[in-house]
């Protein structure tokens, strides 16, 4: 078995345990595998063990995987910062943004969605860690900015994507996935996503309601930083 097929079947032991702890359904929990900094010959080893949901980061740096991958049918998530002017070539080249912090980005998404293609899954990244993090719309914003994006056509609001601060504590990890939660569920909407839980926390994220967790350095091991300035 190779290294990938085994950290995989490692982290569907623990996403399986995490949600019967929890009550939860396993299937319940989707694995969406970030592969930012990995080669395509990465993302491919992950394709021939099982997975089909891959997260990336870098706008070029995804579309450069994707063209050497377009003989498999994978799905394709942007999970990075967004550039109001790089709105096309997400819309026209994922199946999934969980970024999405401002209405700007989202009514160029939905503009800019191919005609004939599926309307474009979106969650809202919201910032739970205050000065921490210039990224993601402010827990207070949220309300307005999702009443907004749900009536954008070419776009389906599908839920909440956060990066809290990391922690060991795991008192402070539920706290943080339950407060997503409870902002999910405040909003009065039909949401059934929460993108949530990355390789330390996953569990947390998982007992707090996570339905997508994403997952990079427990799968691919650790990334190497050094060729990005
Ligand atoms: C890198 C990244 C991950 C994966 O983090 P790991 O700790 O390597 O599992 C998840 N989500 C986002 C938004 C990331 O940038």
Redesign the pocket.
Known sequence: MSTIALNIAKVGTRIREAAQAAGRSPESVGLLA?S?TQPAAAVREAFAAGLRDV?E?YLQEALDKQAELTDLPLTWHF??PIQSNKTRPIAEHFDWVHSVDRLKVAERLSAQRPAGRAPLNVCLQVNLSGEASKSGCEPDALAELARCVATLPNLRLRGLMA?PAPTDDPAEQHAAFARLRQLRDGLGLPLDTLSMG???DLEAAIAEGATWV?????LFGA?DYGARP
Not at 214 to 218: D, E, N, S, Y
Request: charged share 20%; glycine share 18%.
């Open positions: 970030v930012k997260g980061n999970i990075g990066i990355m390789s330390q994403r997952i990079g350095t427990a990334r």
